[in-house]
């Protein structure tokens, strides 16, 4: 009788579900099911990294650009806690993920072995699945059950495999279960649809903040704005969701935000939540009416006490909106708030289009947005280099991915590698601060080794700008931000890619162009300015606490760095 390891039997499924690829290292407690992996290399691509959190951080990247299941792979103990980070950023962005973890072997389960950890525990928080197989016949079952629920909760499936389960053998077709998840259509109540329709209406000056759930509907947001006259304002994972410099898009609201969109959302007689979980409540009015659109019921309200809720796909629900209510014929509100982000855009590009010495972010924007494809994926580390991205790059239909709300830093250079591996045939570019890339920058040699030619931009201040900037403006003198320096063109050369090092405007962007033409991985390190990333609006507290720090910097340093002071006052007053 015709007899399969249960690890060749796994490996089939993950084919059969559409996975191609497999982020991990291998060790003593996955070496039989890397063995089977091995066999499985044509279809079922084994890709070895450095180290774990950025074999999990990669997974969530490629589950957020794809909508596919990203999988990793670790090893027991020491391996299985270096996931951790990655699997949170998938949860926190509700990426689907599986996670296959090692365990010790079956029969040293609760004796304290080498490695052993008690992992169920430890992933509960986590995990929408979390099991450990008792045996190898439960495995295709349980394989089958942990993408499905990845699936069906947008989340982070653990499945806990003791080692020795891989190598036995089933004499029979194994599992009672298929690979396949039918998604579910839900759609809004009448009454529901009945009371959105009158609000909008009603409504004179409605505000439309769309997330990551309106990525697959971009014609339906625009025609439903320019039908209601209303401006987008993006969160932060949306960004790219429509074109940055379209008429109707105000950018990001919050700290990384723009001032326009900011007033707008403040001045709303009506708030429109399509597709988002935005975090950040202090940016939001404190008593307008809201409706909310989003496919998953349980997260209506759960950001804003809003007025009607509508569970459904955001590109349904939005078409249908547009068919229901009425064309408003009125555009003061709208045009008010064009004619501000016109002039947000302008003082902007006048920032950008600056050609001088020390080289301050904007410039970098603005080299990279001349040089960049029209379809290419970039992956911003979390940072100063979150707002520069998010504030001075604007992409047209470039795809756009980071660390949402859990927003770890170190996530620049993982995002790239899948990105690549999602779309081998579109440019993949990191975007990373000095501090983020040097968290994960030893993945840089997964890029190499794999031929991934990744280019990856280091802003390089040698120091935690971010960090420095969040001091100040809670008052406190500096302390723990300076990194010393490095020269991360040469470590990019050490690991057998490329690097191009920048310390004048001159050589900016002719840098980029080199590295862009070169087929390898390219690491290109820019030396720049210290530069406050002031948001979009600054608050009197900000700005009392911040002279309170500039006070204590003068006497403990006696120097003081000051922001661009006319910006500052500008978003003061506003």
Known sequence: MFERRTGAVLADQLVDWGVDHIYGIPGDSVNEFISDLHRKEEELKFIQVRHEEAGALAAAAYAKLTGKLGVCLSIAGPGAVHLMNGLYDAREDNAPVLAIV?????????????????????????????????????????MNQAIREAYANSGVSVLVVPDDLFAQKHSEKPGKTSANYAKPRISPAKQDLQEAIKLINNAKKPVIL??????????????????IKSPIILSLLAKGVIPDMHSYNLGQNGQIGTT????????????????????????LPEDVPAIQIDIEPSKIGSIYPIQVGLPGDTKDVLTELTATTEAKQETDFIEKYQGKMKEWHTQLHTQKKREESPIQPPQIMYALEKNMDKDAVISSDVGNVTVWTTRYLPLTHQEFVVSGRLATMGCGLP????AKMAYPDKQAI??????????????FVTAVKYDLPVKVIVLNNSQLGLIKFEQ?????????????????????????????????????ETSIKQAFLSDKPAVIDIVIEDLAPLPGKISYQQAVKYTEYLIKEFFSSGKIELPNMKESVKRLLK
Request: glycine letters at 12%; a negative charge.
């Open 102 to 142: 090692g365990q010790v072997k079956s029969h040293e389960l609760g004796t304290g072995a080498f490695q052993e950890v008690k992992l169920e525990q430890m992933f509960e928080d986590v995990a929408v699945f979390n099991e450990r197989a008792e045996s190898f016949e439960q495995l295709p079952d349980l």
């Open 472 to 508: 100040a403006t809670i008052g406190s003198s500096n302390y723990g931000i300076d990194m010393g320096e490095m020269n991360f063109a040469k470590f990019g050369e050490s690991c057998g890619g490329e690097g191009y090092r920048v310390e004048k405007f001159e050589d900016l």
């Open 260 to 283: 326009p969109s900011y007033e707008a959302v403040q001045e709303a007689d009506l708030l429109l939540l399509a597709g988002t979980t935005f975090p950040y409540r202090a940016f």
């Open 415 to 418: 995002g790239a590698i899948a």
């Open 210 to 227: 769309a997330g990551r759930g309106t990525k697959h509907a971009r014609a339906e947001l625009i025609t439903f704005a320019e039908h």
């Open 430 to 443: 990191a975007i990373c601060g000095d501090g983020g890339f040097s968290m994960n920058m030893q993945d």
